[in-house]
């Protein structure tokens, strides 16, 4: 077998590699549309009622996903990627929304107040990057977040020798 007849082997290999990375791809498309937005949402709602309802749907879709407990790291476990901690803090504003929407003679200042803490509690500033939705990182891949990073490597050296295969070809020719 020549050289040149391994070349659809190596694309082929390319292919396989980029499979991965697609996955996780569109994992974390999928979180952000199901539960990643609507925390965005709720954070950005100019009506308690609004900013209820998108928080709701944001921990049903967590409940659902048995994103409630546990920790996105693999190697040691930090606080920035703790999921219960994350979770329960949803449940707070959810359960602070509640309590004023209910309240029948809370005030414009008890409501904005409200919504000014949600967004703090939802939202972390990254200066001139501007602010983004606290979620701990890995969460769109969890529970399996070990298996994608042992994945993500072999997808990294997979599509390396395939570069370097089909890099060794063209200088062939």
Same mark, same amino acid.
């Given at each position: 077998?020549?050289?040149?007849? &391994? ?9 396989? !590699? ?5 996955? +996780? ?10 539960? !990643? !937005? ?8 100019? #009506?308690? =009622? &609004? ?11 967590? =409940? ?9 790291? +693999? ?7 703790? $999921? ?47 602010? =983004? ?5 890995? $969460? #769109? ?15 990294? &050296? $997979? &599509? ?8 060794? $070809?063209?200088?062939?020719?």
């Amino acid at each position: 077998m020549t050289n040149r007849n &391994l070349l659809p082997l190596l694309f082929v290999g390319i292919i396989i !590699g980029l499979v991965v990375p697609t996955i +996780v791809l569109v994992k974390s498309i999928k979180f952000n549309q199901n539960c !990643g !937005g609507y925390i965005k949402q709720a954070a950005d709602a100019n #009506s308690v =009622e &609004l900013s209820l309802s998108r928080l709701e749907t944001a921990i049903n879709y967590a =409940e659902i996903n048995n994103l409630t407990s546990g920790y996105t790291s +693999v190697l040691w476990k930090t606080e920035d990627e703790n $999921i219960g901690f994350w979770y329960k803090n949803l449940v707070a504003c959810r359960d602070e929304l509640k309590l004023v929407v209910e309240k029948e003679d809370a005030t414009q200042l008890e409501k904005s107040n409200i919504l000014m803490k949600v967004r703090e509690s939802l939202m972390d500033n990254h200066g001139d990057k501007g602010d =983004e939705i606290t979620i701990p990182d890995g $969460i #769109s891949r969890y529970p399996h977040n070990a298996l994608f990073g042992v994945l993500r490597i072999l997808s990294f &050296l $997979i &599509l390396f020798f395939c570069g370097l295969g089909i890099m060794a $070809i063209i200088n062939e020719w």
